[in-house]
């Protein structure tokens, strides 16, 4: 067992990036000590269900919000608070995920059948050149 831990640390440390996912806590970047790119490759997660578009009844999400402009506040928060900031720091990317919701998870920025965006796209695109511009 400890052979296999060592070996699954050199791979970790051999890695070409340094790739965190973050649900449950906030999000304060720092280098990596190997100097490799660090990319929050799983992070977000708001629950909004969107009756008459869901798989079924289950409702999973890691924060569920009533509203639209809850969930827009919500992200628009966790952006100019913890993202942009990280970006400005050496953040390489980022990574909102899930895209759309899956069967039991409500926590896409689409509907499951795809056909209802939770998000504005006129909002977001606003959010993303306000926060984001000042960084090219």
Same mark, same amino acid.
């Given at each position: 067992?400890?052979?296999?831990?060592?070996?699954? *640390?050199?791979? *970790?440390?051999?890695?070409?990036?340094?790739?965190?996912?973050?649900?449950?806590?906030?999000?304060?970047? =720092?280098? %990596?000590?190997? =100097?490799? $790119?660090?990319?929050?490759?799983?992070?977000?997660?708001?629950?909004?269900?969107?009756?008459?578009?869901?798989?079924?009844?289950?409702?999973?999400? /890691?924060?569920?919000?009533?509203? %639209?402009? @809850? +969930?827009?506040? @919500?992200?628009?928060?966790? /952006?100019?608070?913890?993202? @942009? $900031?990280?970006?400005?720091?050496?953040?390489? =990317? =980022?990574?909102?995920? $899930?895209?759309?919701?899956?069967?039991?998870?409500?926590?896409? *920025?689409?509907?499951? %059948?795809?056909?209802?965006?939770? *998000?504005?796209?006129?909002?977001?695109?606003?959010?993303?050149?306000? +926060?984001? @511009? $000042?960084?090219?």
């Amino acid at each position: 067992q400890l052979q296999q831990q060592v070996q699954q *640390l050199t791979r *970790l440390q051999s890695m070409q990036l340094l790739s965190l996912h973050v649900y449950f806590k906030r999000f304060d970047f =720092a280098p %990596d000590k190997l =100097a490799r $790119p660090v990319v929050l490759s799983e992070f977000g997660g708001f629950n909004r269900r969107i009756n008459g578009h869901c798989f079924n009844r289950r409702d999973f999400g /890691y924060k569920r919000m009533k509203t %639209d402009e @809850a +969930l827009f506040e @919500a992200f628009s928060t966790l /952006y100019e608070k913890e993202i @942009a $900031p990280a970006y400005a720091k050496g953040l390489s =990317a =980022a990574i909102y995920t $899930p895209l759309s919701d899956v069967e039991d998870e409500l926590n896409g *920025l689409l509907t499951y %059948d795809r056909a209802k965006e939770k *998000l504005p796209p006129d909002k977001m695109r606003e959010l993303f050149e306000k +926060l984001f @511009a $000042p960084l090219e």
